[in-house]
């Protein structure tokens, strides 16, 4: 059996940074971490790529020639790739049992939230015999605006219900959170800085955004504690 990782998360949330620690992390400790590129429009990782899907098709190529948008393009790149499964096949064919896969996905959000492609995606992976975690990234500013906070756990929530696979959310870039949390939000003093209490969330909520939208904040806030309890 093979694990892996599915890294995903917005633009620009680390999740190429995260990558490469993991490589160097398990580099040290003498393992075979192994990372493949499936964003097409990626220019510059610093880890080193086992597989990059613009070796199969890029953005840019798309661009040029199907005069496509770049999100469109990249819609056009995903299911290019599904369609070729086989190009990733072959080269993942050639691992041993102990090598572990980490697969750094396209910030797209709307590729886990809206389309089918990651989910059919790791489905083709499982069937190659992967076992498969999902790790979604979030910038940790997230922390210090209820109204950031909120949609980033729906992002989380709707890309961990859409894939099916366990799941765990990581708070990235850490270092650059100042402290300077938005009022009624817990802050870095507080014990639960890093998981806000639902009915803090709330509250939170309820000064900064406007009245109507009170009861939908009310039902996101219990759907999430639903799930942080269960
Ligand atoms: N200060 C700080 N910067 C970070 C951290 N992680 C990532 N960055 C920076 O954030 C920027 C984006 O990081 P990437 O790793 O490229 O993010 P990404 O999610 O792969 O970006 P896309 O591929 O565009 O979706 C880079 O300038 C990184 O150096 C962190 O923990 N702390």
């Known amino acids: 059996m093979l694990f892996g ?11 190429s940074t995260y990558c490469f620690t993991l490589q ?10 192994i990372v493949v590129n499936l964003d097409p429009a990626a220019e510059n990782y610093s880890y080193s790529a086992y597989a990059d899907i613009r070796e199969l098709i890029s953005v840019e190529h ?3 020639e199907l005069t496509l948008g770049p999100n469109g393009a990249l819609v056009y790149c995903m299911e290019y790739l599904l369609e070729n499964f086989e190009w990733l096949e072959e080269i993942l064919c050639g691992l ?37 975690c999902g ?36 708070l990235t870039k850490m ?4 402290g300077d949390t938005s009022d009624n939000f817990p802050d870095e003093e507080d014990d639960n800085f890093i998981c806000p209490d639902m009915t803090q969330l709330l509250e939170a909520l309820y000064v900064t955004v406007p ?3 009170y009861r939908l904040n009310q039902v996101c806030s219990s759907t999430f504690r639903g799930f942080i309890d269960y």
């Open 211 to 213: 009245q109507k939208f």
């Open 175 to 178: 270092d650059l959170v100042k």
């Open 96 to 132: 041993l049992e102990d090598d572990y896969v980490i697969f750094d996905c396209p910030g797209q959000i709307e590729l886990y939230t809206h389309y089918s492609f990651m989910r059919d995606f790791t489905v083709a992976l499982k069937q190659l015999g992967f076992q498969l």
């Open 135 to 170: 790790v979604y990234l979030l910038d940790s500013q997230v922390l210090c605006d209820p109204n950031k906070y909120l949609g980033g756990c729906l992002s989380a929530l709707s890309t961990m219900l859409q894939l099916e696979i366990p799941h765990v959310n990581i």
């Open 5 to 15: 990782q599915v890294v995903m998360g917005p633009a620009g949330c680390g999740k």
């Open 62 to 64: 798309v661009e040029e």
């Open 24 to 33: 160097q992390r398990a580099l040290d400790s003498a393992r075979n971490v």
